[in-house]
Every structure is written in structure tokens, then in C-alpha cells.
């Protein structure tokens, strides 16, 4: 059985750990630092209104994490949600967490564009999204990190 709930401040070296853990993989094109995992975990269990944090749970054992931004679309006129970071432990992955997550974020926020981003290397993450609805835009993403 697996459960979603918000992260709390108790889990924060999990996170954290789980983050060094996804950051450094093939999934994730940056290698973030320490201080931004710490930032994010703490704007997550602190009042920022722009980012939720989650905690999956299979059978009582941390499972995984995701972290989600807030914002609006000018392409679709509606309220935009950003799944910033979506990570499933090696041991806990094809198990139907991940499936349960996107769920739950569609059923929430469901007057929302929800978008993401994936490494096209990464297929099972790509069928992952595929089966839940996401379709491939035909962008080039780019970014100034001031």
C-alpha cells in the first residue's frame, strides 16, 4: 500500500538524501547542491506558496518524493503546476508509486496545466507519463540562472 502525504521537518535528511541520490543520476541535467536541497526541503515545511513538498510511503518505508511549483500559463489561461522533482527508489520503482502520485496531483489540481520535464533516456519515466495522460511538446526549454 503506498501513501502520499506533505513533507515535514523530520524528513528532511531523507529528502535530502533522496535528492543527491536523483540529482546525480542520468535524470536530472544539473547536480543542485546542498544548499538548494536544504532550501527546497525548508520552503516545502515553511509557508512558500509556490512549492509543495511530498513524502511517499510504501508499507511504512519511505519510498520516494516529489516536489511541485506553482504558477499560471499564458499559452492556456489557467493556474500551471511544475512537477519539479518526482523520485522513486530503486527498490520501490514499476510498483505503482509513481502511478499513484500523478494521480493524485491530476485529481487535485485539476482545473491546472501540469507540466514536467524528462530526459528522453529515461523511458520508463516516459511511459510513466505517457500512461498518465502527458503528451511530448515540441519545445526547446532554455534557461538564464542569474
Known sequence: MHTIR?????????????????????????????????????????????????VFETEGKISGYAMISKGFSTESGKNRIWIEDLYIKKEFRGLGVGDKFL???????????IRLEVEEENVSALSLYKKNGFEVLPYMEMIKNS
Open 6 to 54: 506533505k513533507i515535514k521537518t523530520e524528513d528532511t535528511s531523507m529528502v535530502v538524501e533522496m535528492m543527491r541520490e536523483f540529482y546525480s543520476s542520468p535524470a536530472v541535467l544539473s547536480n543542485g547542491s546542498d544548499e538548494i536541497f536544504y532550501a527546497d526541503v525548508e520552503a516545502c515545511v515553511g509557508d512558500n506558496p509556490f512549492l509543495e513538498g511530498y
Open 103 to 113: 494521480k493524485y496531483i491530476s485529481e487535485k489540481y485539476k482545473e491546472c496545466v
